[in-house]
């Protein structure tokens, strides 16, 4: 607390990250960073773009980029929004469609994020629960809301959102904007993008950080109805106007050009994640049903707590949530195979196999 600081910022509870540490080098599997480098097109792009142009500012529309992303999915430009990460479009689109007058409502167990965000806006939330399988109950999601946001796979719970539901929750809340976060779609659901040619209330949000492995470049995109791309310019362009840079403007579209790398990584991912599932459970963990760059996984005897220390001293980083209902569990993000042996190896340690 400081003198300094107004009431707003006295009374924000901040995210965490999850930690990038410093005193020696881990297995890092807690931050659903892709395990492999971005195409190697992206780099080149990168550095095509580090030249003497750096003196002026970037194209503020980003429309090379928008361009690119409407291409990609079939979409005209008026229905893409380029942004520094998706946690920024998130943080737009909090602000742009969100009804402080109501309540807005998503998940009890979600990307923890999205409260830290309806703080710094004043908006009220309700906590929709998951029931007990830690599906999505779209039925609990139709009161009388300011709004509604939902990650499709869910984090951390990985579970994938079929759009039938998707189109069960648009259909019962046509007056209110749908979030559909599809941080993780590319490893095995089917994107929303398609329904918003019926739902002028949908807005997917996707970033390049997980399925492109460019969570250092901070690139993601909103596709939705021409209104609402036009609310999140109008925030975006009130806050500031080159949220995306040069560098980031070449690299991002070189890497939606490069679809066949794209695959291969993803492929591979989700392979280990096939493996690493079946591994988990021959060492006495139930684990949902991935359909994400990481594994959700609880042991049917040792505190995950416990887990999470003894990895941690092993050298593997994963992620625990100390809270409510998922406090036995661990999410662990898909590495290489070599790192997901040593994983394994370390977990048959620590549970005495
Ligand atoms: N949504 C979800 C569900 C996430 O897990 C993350 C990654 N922490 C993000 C959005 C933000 O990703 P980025 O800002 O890197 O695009």
Redesign the pocket.
């Known amino acids: 607390m400081s003198k300094f600081w107004s009431p707003l910022t006295a009374s924000l509870v901040p995210y965490v990250?999850?930690e990038q540490p410093k005193d020696k080098t881990y297995i890092k599997l807690n931050?659903?960073e892709n395990p492999y480098p971005p195409s190697p097109k992206v780099i080149d792009a990168i550095k095509g773009a580090a030249n003497a142009d750096l003196r002026l500012y970037p194209d503020p529309t980003c429309e090379g980029l928008v361009k690119a992303a409407a291409s990609y999915y079939g979409l005209r430009a008026e229905q893409v929004f380029a942004g520094?990460?998706?946690?920024?479009?998130?943080a737009f689109a909090f602000a742009a469609f969100f009804d402080p007058a109501k309540t807005v409502l998503f998940p009890d167990i979600?990307?923890s994020?999205y409260k830290v965000y309806a703080k710094l806006y004043g908006l009220q939330t309700e906590l929709i629960a998951l029931d007990e399988q830690f599906n999505v109950q779209v039925e609990a999601f139709h009161s009388d809301n300011g709004g509604i946001i939902i990650?499709n796979p869910?984090?951390?719970t990985a579970q994938l959102l079929p759009l039938e539901d998707i189109r069960t929750l648009l259909a019962s809340n046509p007056d209110q904007v749908v979030i559909i976060?599809e941080?993780?779609i590319d490893f095995g659901g089917q994107s929303a993008v398609e329904l918003i040619h019926d739902y002028p209330n949908l807005l997917v949000?996707q970033?390049?950080?997980?399925s492109r492995s460019l969570?250092g470049l901070?690139?993601?995109f909103a596709f939705g109805s021409e209104e609402l791309i036009d609310g999140l310019n109008r925030i975006k362009n009130s806050f500031n106007s080159y949220t995306m840079d040069r560098l980031a403007l070449a690299g991002a579209i070189a890497a939606l050009e490069d679809d066949a790398y794209f695959r291969d990584t993803t492929e591979k991912v989700i392979a280990t994640r096939e493996r690493v599932t079946e591994q988990v459970k021959e060492l006495g963990f139930a684990a949902t049903d991935s359909k994400a760059n990481f594994v959700f996984i609880s042991h049917k005897t040792i505190a995950a707590k416990d887990i999470f220390v003894q990895l941690r001293d092993k050298g593997v980083l994963v992620r625990y949530f100390d809270q409510p209902r998922i406090n036995e569990y661990l999410r662990v993000s898909i590495g290489t195979d070599e790192e997901m042996d040593a994983f394994i190896r370390a977990l048959q340690e620590i549970v005495g196999e």
């Open positions: 990250p999850g931050t659903n520094n990460g998706s946690d920024e479009i998130l979600t990307y994020f990650p869910n984090a951390p976060d941080a993780y949000v970033t390049l950080s997980k969570a901070r690139v993601g």
